[in-house]
T-cell receptor
């Protein structure tokens, strides 16, 4: 159980393009989803926390107008990188926590999206 | 500020035992997680400790001392597939996960 599906796995696109990444919890309801970014040989950096039906909470230094997050249902959150530029190239990973569980339960991660902006 | 320290890289031999340490200084403590991350993949959950002591799960064990702000992940009977990064993460008083930079473990035959 506790499977998180993230799509697409790889994106290569031109500078200025907007890219949407989907994160779905397949067998549980995720009231909270998390979006991370990871640069090579670095640890996970939390970008934002997404709560179903409300606005996402962004970490300091993350532009909310640049990284649009929508969590419209208990099983789907999307991250849109608007007008992407080469410096946005990174590994983006989502995770979700089962809404029925306590905070002590682990986050379940999607497989990640490798974004390359040319 | 909040800080989690773990070694950047460790090397061990197949079949041996390795201990990966993690020390933390956070605003509050609501548990410590260990994750494994293979290169180019997302992290997978290994263990969770909230009380002092050792939690054993097969070849992997995790230890916690809250008074010392210290944890370790113990890997026994190392296999080549254990080559990965191991991430230590602490949940603070706001239930936010604070992540360490990860320890890259290299297993040699």
């Amino acid at each position: 159980g506790a499977v998180v599906s993230q799509h697409p796995s790889w994106v290569i696109c031109k500078s200025g393009t907007s890219v949407k990444i989907e994160c779905r919890s397949l067998d549980f309801q995720a009231t909270t989803m998390f979006w991370y970014r990871q640069f090579p040989k670095q640890s996970l950096m939390l970008m934002a926390t997404s709560n179903e039906g409300s606005k996402a909470t962004y970490e300091q230094g993350v532009e909310k107008d640049k990284f649009l997050i929508n969590h419209a249902s208990l099983t789907l959150s999307t991250l849109t990188v608007t007008s992407a530029h080469p410096e946005d190239s990174s590994f983006y990973i989502c995770s979700a926590r089962d809404g029925r569980d306590t905070w002590s339960q682990p986050q379940h991660f999607g497989d990640g999206t490798r974004l390359s902006i040319l | 500020g909040q800080n989690i320290d773990q070694p950047t890289e460790m090397t061990a031999t197949e079949g041996a035992i390795v201990q990966i340490n993690c020390t933390y200084q956070t605003s509050g403590f609501n548990g410590l997680f260990w994750y494994q991350q293979h290169a180019g993949e997302a992290p997978t959950f290994l263990s969770y400790n909230v009380l002092d002591g050792l939690e054993e799960k097969g070849r992997f064990s995790s230890f916690l001392s809250r008074s010392k702000g210290y944890s370790y992940l113990l890997l026994k009977e190392l296999q080549m597939k254990d080559s990965a990064s191991y991430l230590c993460a602490v949940m603070d008083s706001n239930y936010q996960l604070i992540w360490g930079a990860g320890t890259k473990l290299i297993i040699k035959p």
